[in-house]
């Protein structure tokens, strides 16, 4: 299967511990993009990157949560000090170049207790 | 307020029957993404829609962009129970060709 792969599949965390998650985009692609969607709702853009250049990020990126793409293939988001509003599940998308489909993975699903 | 306006929040249609989502926005609508979820699953690409008047069709699933850019429509003909699920609609609404901008979705639900 070539698609996007994202891991865990689940997490169920302490309040206060640090998780990570990691993403593997589709070979090749240049773009990866962070989601995080919560129940009910769509979901909303955190961060993306160009190769291993990360071009933007949200305002809803605390300055706890953190994503690198060092080689430019796969990416990994880290929270630290998690808070129970952090539960939410984590998508990441990536793409060929500009204007392109984004294609999901399906997604890391955080609990935070 | 949401920029992406989605109607209905939720349906539920007999099996065999058509039904139609819409998507909305005040903006223009650069690049317009349709995609369907699964409970607790990740996105699964539809179709993309980028010119005004543009319509594209997928097995029983038709999309359309109006010519204004700043509506989406989603059509199913003769609904099955595999078309349950959660249908997004998102944009580019910056002509940016970078993030994606998300409605709050539409949950379908499918009686046999």
């Known amino acids: 299967d070539t698609g996007v792969s994202q891991d865990p599949r689940h997490k169920i965390t302490k309040r206060g511990q640090n998780v990570t998650f990691r993403c593997d985009p589709i070979?090749?692609?240049?773009?990866l993009y962070w989601y995080r969607q919560t129940l009910g709702q769509g979901p909303e853009f955190l961060t993306y990157?160009?190769?291993?250049?990360?071009?933007?990020k949200s305002r809803l990126l605390s300055d706890r949560f953190s994503a690198e793409r060092p080689k430019g293939s796969f990416s990994t988001l880290e929270i630290q000090r998690t808070e129970q509003g952090d539960s939410a599940m984590y998508l990441c998308?990536?793409?060929?170049?500009?204007?392109?489909?984004?294609?999901f993975g399906p997604g890391t699903r955080l609990l935070v207790l | 307020s949401q920029e992406l306006e989605q109607s209905p929040q939720s349906l539920i249609v007999q099996e065999g029957k058509n039904l139609t989502i819409n998507c909305t926005s005040s903006?223009?609508?650069?690049?317009l993404y349709w995609y369907k979820q699964k409970y607790g699953e990740g996105l699964i690409f539809l179709m993309m829609?980028?010119?005004?008047?543009e319509e594209k069709s997928h097995e029983k699933i038709t999309a359309k962009l109006d010519e204004k850019k700043q509506q989406s429509s989603l059509h199913i003909t003769a609904s099955q129970p595999s078309h349950a699920g959660i249908y997004l609609c998102?944009?580019?609404?910056?002509?940016?060709?970078?993030?994606?901008?998300f409605g709050k979705g539409t949950r379908l639900h499918i009686l046999p």
């Open positions: 998308a990536s793409s060929l170049l500009r204007a392109e489909t984004q294609y």
């Open positions: 070979s090749e692609h240049n773009r």
């Open positions: 990157f160009q190769n291993e250049a990360q071009l933007e």
């Open positions: 903006k223009t609508l650069y690049g």
């Open positions: 829609l980028q010119k005004g008047g």
């Open positions: 998102g944009a580019d609404l910056l002509n940016r060709d970078d993030k994606i901008i």
